[in-house]
């Protein structure tokens, strides 16, 4: 009986034995794998700070680029504002007297509404003579409708007639309203002048889609 209680006792510390050996073995795994766990987490922390920083990068550079675009693009502008007013210049300051009064295009331009333009015109006495010019102006626009040729005056189009007073020069500037389907061809201004003859103006519809 005693022997059957020292082998009982026996078995039970060898089971202990290998218990805690397994706990110790499975404590070191799990110690090992908390690492590598750890180790993966501040990678990926990393790995997650490095993209940021790139996006960071990139979203600078492409803001940089767009900057420098739109510089460009209002560089490019402002030159072509320049020479349109050096070229008026030159027209106002002709030496020559060449004819009594020009019309000028700056700008006519297409606006969301369809049919709704924006212009800005000048008009211009070239000679050196410096007498003021006086008067009104009336815009017409000469179109096709359906084919067919019409002549829209200020009504037609929304616009008022203009008080002419200048030495050199009047810009002239404001919106008009083709109508539907029309397809605009000449404007034409026509010039109630004071003291002088009246006398109409024209230049080339510049849009070629302007229904």
Do not use: C
């Not at 922390?45 to 767009?66: G, I, K, N, W, Y």
């Not at 008026?88 to 030496?95: D, E, I, K, N, S």
Request: net charge neutral.
């Amino acid at each position: 009986m005693h022997q059957s209680l020292g082998r009982r006792l026996m078995v039970v510390s060898l089971i202990a034995s290998l218990l805690l050996a397994v706990a110790g073995y499975l404590g070191l795994r799990y110690q090992e794998q908390a690492r590598l766990l750890e180790q993966h987490r501040q990678q990926a922390e990393r790995s997650r700070q490095e993209l940021l920083a790139l996006r960071v990068d990139l979203q600078t550079l492409l803001s940089a680029e767009s900057s420098q675009l739109a510089q460009l693009e209002q560089q490019s502008r402002q030159l072509a504002e320049q020479a349109q007013q050096l070229a008026l210049y030159r027209q106002v300051l002709a030496p020559d007297g060449g004819a009594e009064l020009l019309l000028a295009q700056e700008d006519i331009t297409t606006l969301a509404e369809p049919g709704l333009f924006s212009y800005r015109l000048v008009l211009l006495q070239p000679t050196n003579t410096g007498n003021r010019v006086t008067g009104q102006a009336r815009l017409k626009i000469r179109a096709l409708q359906d084919g067919q040729p019409v002549v829209f005056n200020e009504e037609i189009l929304g616009v008022a007639p203009v008080t002419l007073d200048f030495r050199h020069f009047q810009v002239l500037t404001g919106q008009l309203q083709l109508p539907v389907g029309s397809r605009a061809q000449t404007l034409e201004l026509q010039l109630e002048l004071d003291r002088r003859p009246a006398r109409t103006l024209s230049l080339n519809w510049p849009t070629p889609d302007n229904t």
